[in-house]
């Protein structure tokens, strides 16, 4: 199983990233996909997350509004479009994939991709 996120960078205030999580070595349409970020010092949090079925997300507060989360299950990928980004959007972003079957949850987690928003 892999998850390789791409779309990364640095930003000025105001500004729009996609993000990529592209995945293989699972059937992509049955997991759930969430990003979640880690700024320094901080703890990881999630940020948002989207069903098997792309008819479900949720969304940190500070995000509602800002970015969105889509997947392509032909593509076998997840992307975060982030607009009006802030300073505080500053973190590493990780692709995670979630799958429960039965008592067992599989997890599995990207390398993570850096975001900068700055002036």
């Known amino acids: 199983v892999q998850l390789a996120e791409s779309g990364g960078g640095l930003v000025q205030p105001g500004g729009t990233l996609r993000l990529s999580c592209a995945a293989s070595?699972?059937?992509?349409?049955?997991?759930?996909l969430s990003w979640y970020r880690q700024a320094p010092g901080k703890e990881r949090e999630l940020v948002a997350r989207?069903?098997?079925?792309?008819?479900?997300?949720y969304y940190l507060d500070s995000v509602k509004g800002r970015f969105t989360i889509s997947r392509d299950n032909a593509k076998y990928t997840v992307y975060l479009h982030m607009n009006s980004l802030k300073p505080e959007d500053t973190a590493v972003y990780y692709c995670?994939?979630?799958?429960?079957?039965?008592?067992?949850?599989?997890?599995?987690w990207g390398q993570g991709t850096q975001v900068t928003v700055s002036s």
């Open positions: 995670f994939a979630a799958l429960t079957a039965g008592v067992t949850t599989y997890k599995y």
């Open positions: 989207i069903t098997s079925t792309g008819d479900s997300t």
């Open positions: 070595g699972f059937t992509f349409s049955s997991w759930a």
